[in-house]
């Protein structure tokens, strides 16, 4: 079954076309695209999604669109998540890219994208495998925890902590202010405690990070001119090169950031963030290293369209 999804996130649109195997639970990537639409910029503050950040994600769903004609997909999904899950207008929005652009469009709950994340990351996993993972999907307006053994999710939680949110609440300054970075780490420390309960941090054995913000880190901890999917699906990365990275990246303004060796330029306003949100997650669980993976929402939603009836 040929499947297309789009994800409509707070900071970036994703696309993937994939040929999924319903009975083996197999999936193989046809196409898979990014591009940076920050749909959630001045949400947190307005509580509205604004007129250039949705024409920003038309502009991404026209070009989507066509690729997805010519691969022929059977189903068209869009999932919209924090931004649209926020905003006031959020519903119209959903409305306009269901109708505008033939896709089964919806805004999925915080509980839901934690789940179809979960799905994505341990899909080409052992089932049996005994450890407790933590799947970690930072995003934009929101970051997911998802706690599981196998495929089997024990305890999963939505966060209001997300790379845009954080970044227009604490850094007012370019570069910011070691008083900004240590009230955005704060913020983030005390979200993420307060949202998991001390024995489920505990009893974690390791980290699967997926989304921009750890495939971003990935890439700039390899220094990877171009961006190479295969070099970052797998690829471990510690909470001290989380760290180092971060200082570096903040010591400089966003315009000398966007020439960072492995960061797309246009994710510079959000990877300060990013870094002290990856690594404060670790620290939260008690965890070393966190191992990147390719495999996130977008084939999670393309399995569980695959197997629903």
């Known amino acids: 079954m040929r499947i297309a999804v789009v994800d409509i996130g707070t900071n970036s649109t994703r696309l993937l076309v994939a040929d999924v195997d319903p009975q083996a639970g197999t999936l193989t990537e046809l196409d898979r695209r990014s591009t940076v639409t920050r749909l959630g910029v001045g949400v947190d503050r307005t509580g509205r999604l604004s007129d250039e950040g949705m024409a920003r994600v038309f502009a991404a769903l026209d070009v989507y669109a066509e690729a997805i004609d010519e691969l022929g997909a059977e189903q068209r999904i869009a999932v919209l998540t924090s931004a649209t899950r926020d905003a006031e207008n959020g519903p119209q ?177 959000t990877i300060v963030a990013g870094s002290i949100l990856i690594a404060e997650a670790m620290s939260a669980f008690g965890l070393a290293a966190a191992e990147v993976s390719e495999h996130d929402i977008l084939h999670g939603v393309a399995l569980d369209a695959a197997s629903t009836p």
């Open 93 to 269: 929005f959903t409305e306009r890219v269901s109708t505008g652009y033939g896709l089964r469009a919806r805004t999925i709950p915080g509980e839901e994208e934690a789940r179809l994340s979960f799905l994505g990351a341990t899909s080409q996993r052992d089932a049996h495998d005994p450890r407790a993972i933590v799947v970690l999907d930072i995003g934009g307006g929101s970051t997911e925890f998802i706690v599981g053994r196998g495929h089997e999710v024990g305890f999963h939680v939505s966060t209001q902590i997300g790379v845009v949110r954080l970044s227009e609440r604490h850094l007012h300054d370019d570069p910011p202010t070691a008083d900004q970075l240590a009230a955005l780490a704060a913020d983030a420390r005390e979200g993420f405690a307060g949202a998991i309960p001390a024995e489920v941090r505990g009893g974690v054995d390791a980290m699967i990070a997926v989304a921009g913000t750890a495939t971003s880190m990935a890439a700039i901890d390899q220094a990877l001119e171009p961006y190479d999917p295969r070099r970052v699906d797998g690829y471990v990365i510690s909470l001290d090169a989380c760290r180092a990275i971060g200082a570096r990246l903040a010591a400089v303004p966003e315009s000398e950031r966007r020439h960072t060796p492995g960061l797309h330029p246009d994710r510079a306003p």
